[in-house]
T-cell receptor
Framework: NAGVTQTPKFQVLKTGQSMTLQCAQD?????MYWYRQDPGMGLRLIYY???????DKGEVPNGYNVSRLNKREFSLRLESAAPSQTSVYFC???????????FGQGTRLTVV | DQQVKQNSPSLSVQEGRISILNCDYT??????FLWYKKYPAEGPTFLIS?????DKNEDGRFTVFLNKSAKHLSLHIVPSQPGDSAVYFC?????????????FGKGTSLLVTP
């Protein structure tokens, strides 16, 4: 039972570089989310996708783009990385209407 | 503006005693509440939830209490065990929202000492 799988687990980027964080879930969930966790800040929503084909901004969307590639996959792209984007990124999924989200293991990103 | 607040960044409890973690929320539209547990270098894992039609939900050693009038919920762990040492996040959701995205508090780090 893989659940929610994120790749990569660790990444170091230079300022200005771009990269895509990948997320896939095998629970047939409709909704998927990207959160970032910073020390003392809890988990903040970046973008979410309520269902395949839709995406919406969360609390902290600036500097990010997302793609809901299909029902299983939801990617997060940093077009021009900045040191302020150094964080741990979590992908999550939930069944629409259930309220309970299941999280991946996280991607620790450092921008230097 | 933080809509879910956990005002205690840390809590230390002796093994066998009760741990009480508190959470307050400001948004009246929230009607589903959850607690997540997080170990270092792992993703948050779902622990227990409660909907606004209830005031208590129990699962083994874990009980969540909801006081809607005070916009307050708490997680009780009895008895506490060293393996419970983790960061606990309170989360809330307005199920009527199309995305059902969870709003999280900043977390409380629980340390259970032997």
């Amino acid at each position: 039972n893989a659940g929610v799988t994120q790749t990569p687990k660790f990444q170091v980027l230079k300022t200005g570089q771009s990269m895509t964080l990948q997320c896939a879930q095998d629970m047939n969930h409709n909704s998927m989310y990207w959160y970032r966790q910073d020390p003392g800040m809890g988990l903040r929503l970046i973008y979410y996708s309520a269902s395949e084909g839709t995406t919406d901004k969360g609390e902290v969307p600036n500097g990010y783009n997302v793609s809901r590639l299909n029902k299983r996959e939801f990617s997060l792209r940093l077009e021009s990385a900045a040191p302020s984007q150094t964080s741990v990124y979590f992908c999550a999924s939930s069944e629409r209407g259930s309220g309970t989200a299941f999280f991946g293991q996280g991607t620790r990103l450092t921008v230097v | 503006d933080q809509q879910v607040k956990q005002n205690s960044p840390s809590l230390s409890v002796q093994e066998g005693r009760i741990s009480i973690l508190n959470c307050d929320y400001t948004n009246s539209m929230f009607d589903y509440f959850l607690w997540y547990k997080k170990y270092p270098a792992e993703g948050p894992t779902f622990l227990i939830s409660i909907s606004s039609i209830k005031d208590k939900n129990e699962d083994g050693r874990f009980t969540v209490f909801l006081n809607k009038s005070a916009k307050h919920l708490s997680l009780h762990i009895v008895p506490s065990q060293p393996g419970d040492s983790a960061v606990y996040f309170c989360a809330a959701s307005p199920l009527s929202n199309s995305g059902y995205a969870l709003n999280f508090g900043k977390g409380t780090s629980l340390l259970v000492t032997p």
